[in-house]
């Protein structure tokens, strides 16, 4: 593995800028309320002239402001992955709440509710058969920077503690880790799980181009010992030594892509240790 250079990164950063005097243009759509937290569904204009919808969860316990952990979800599922009930995503976002951390989740361009953009077709098919993979660069790209266009909406919320917001993604929400976390000085702590290593140097979505830009942060590395199609468990050490921050871990599962429960509960540690 080899980052390309400090003038080609400067470049391949403004694939992540965006205007920001382009209004937000946030609505809340629907309001929740639970016997823990407050789910609101949020909707915002996004970088292309489209609206990108989202949940916002507030904890009722504690005081605000909270801090918020930002939840990115992989190929081929949506801002629902979070709070689907029974799964490892969902007891993480429970855990979270209950530690007086609000959430935050996004559809990716191409998923979910945003389906429509792609005629209804999983990003899954253009991806992984019809082998298109600009396409699949693209949409990273700019669902990366809607993110960070989220934490703009953030920054006018009196609930939110802007000094203490986290990332946690799963796959290709981990290839927006590193991106965001490389790019964005507004996130404190990152978690990135089974994120794919793309081989192509060039590529505005190579994770370990973004890893040696990744300072000043406590930055989380899970992985599976058997996820090869991904990263071999040496790949995935190579690209753990290529991030610069001081404050790292790497955690190695002896599973494949899907992780055992206890990612849940180590990213829940990392953000009780790094934002509280």
């Not at 694939?15 to 407050?38: A, C, G, H, M, W």
């Not at 799964?87 to 429509?116: C, N, P, W």
């Not at 909406?153 to 490389?182: H, K, P, Q, V």
């Amino acid at each position: 593995m080899k980052p390309v250079g400090s003038e080609a990164f400067e470049v391949m950063r403004q694939f992540f800028n965006y205007d920001k005097t382009i209004p937000l243009n946030v609505r809340i759509v629907e309001k929740l309320d639970y016997s823990d937290f407050v789910r609101e569904k949020i909707v915002f204009s996004g970088t292309r002239n489209n609206r990108v919808p989202g949940y916002l969860a507030i904890p009722v316990n504690g005081r605000a402001p909270y801090p918020c952990v930002l939840q990115l979800h992989g190929i081929g599922s949506s801002k629902e992955r979070w709070w689907k009930e029974g799964t490892t995503s969902e007891k993480l976002t429970m855990q979270l709440i209950t530690q007086g951390f609000a959430v935050l989740s996004l559809d990716a361009e191409y998923h979910g509710e945003r389906l429509t953009n792609n005629d209804f077709e999983s990003p899954e098919v253009f991806i992984f058969e019809k082998d298109w993979l600009m396409c699949a660069r693209d949409m990273i790209v700019q669902s990366a920077a809607e993110y960070r266009r989220a934490i703009d909406y953030l920054e006018i919320r009196e609930d939110i503690d802007n000094s203490r917001l986290g990332m946690i993604g799963f796959s290709m929400g981990g290839l927006m880790t590193f991106s965001i976390s490389a790019v964005e000085p507004r996130i404190k702590a990152s978690v990135a799980c089974v994120t794919p290593i793309i081989k192509d140097q060039y590529s505005a979505i190579n994770v370990y181009n973004f890893a040696p830009h990744i300072k000043n942060r406590p930055f989380l590395m899970q992985v599976g010992k058997t996820d090869e199609f991904n990263y071999t468990t040496e790949e995935a050490r190579q690209l753990f030594d290529l991030i610069s921050s001081q404050t790292k871990e790497i955690i190695i599962y002896e599973s494949g892509h899907i992780l055992p429960d206890e990612w849940t509960f180590k990213t829940t540690e990392w953000m009780e240790k790094y934002l509280k």
